[in-house]
């Protein structure tokens, strides 16, 4: 088969789905080898990208989808899409930052974080597509756990969980309460500083002083030739 008419098929798959699809997916669809599937993608994007195109392809985790540019939404929106956007509440953002950085988290653990009821919140993001069930867990009761979707990568603008940005280093104290080491290391520097900056002027206002202190000499010296 001939590339171009590949990358028709894939171009083609892509827009009528209206989601990611899955490399596998692609593989069974067109009988090509995943690396060759990955390879034709790719340089799809990179073409459209070159020609400064309206829509882009986007990875997504294991597969691929296809979405317009961000930066038209303002053009798009008023014309057509009238669909309810997420409105996330800091509780709901809180929530779904604690179960991407903690994937297979349980709603129990969850709420020891925020330290408030989360079924609300929980029940607005799986209502929003964000999280989803992830299985239950193997110990009392089996709670259910969750996890992030494809939708969440898609909405944030990640490939995947592992572009997520570093969350600062932390360490439990002996009263089990988080303790970040950033935070303190930083502290400790701004309190050094603040030191160094009090001996500093402390030493000019001496060194000012001493300066000053031979003047009333100076001043006898005169009377004398009087």
């Known amino acids: 088969m001939e590339i171009e008419k590949i990358k028709g098929i894939i171009e083609a798959i892509l ?6 699809v899955t490399i596998n997916e692609l593989v069974s669809a067109l009988e090509i080898n995943r690396d060759d599937i990955i390879t034709i993608v790719e340089n799809m994007k990179q073409e459209l990208e070159e020609q400064n195109r309206g829509i882009e392809i986007i990875k997504v985790n294991d597969g691929y989808g296809m979405c317009t540019k961000k930066e038209y939404y303002e053009y798009i929106y008023p014309i057509f899409d009238k669909r309810s956007k997420p409105n996330l509440s800091n509780a709901a953002l809180e929530s779904l930052a604690i179960i991407a950085y903690n994937p297979g988290i349980t709603r129990a653990e969850i709420e020891s974080i925020r330290g408030v009821n989360s079924d609300a919140t929980i029940y607005k993001l799986l209502e929003y597509n964000l999280i989803e069930d992830a299985g239950k867990l193997d110990a009392p009761g089996r709670p259910t756990t969750y996890r992030t ?15 997520l940005p570093d969350l600062p280093r932390y360490r439990m104290d002996e009263n089990r309460q988080i303790v970040i080491d950033d935070l303190i290391e930083e502290n400790n520097k701004k309190e050094e500083t603040s030191i160094e900056q009090t001996n500093i002027e402390e030493n000019q206002d001496n060194n000012e002083k001493n300066i000053e202190a031979p003047e009333p000499e100076r001043e006898n010296e005169v009377k004398n030739e009087e």
């Open 15 to 20: 827009f009528a789905s209206g989601r990611v």
């Open 149 to 163: 979707t494809g939708n969440f990568l898609k909405m944030f603008g990640y490939s995947n969980l592992d572009e």
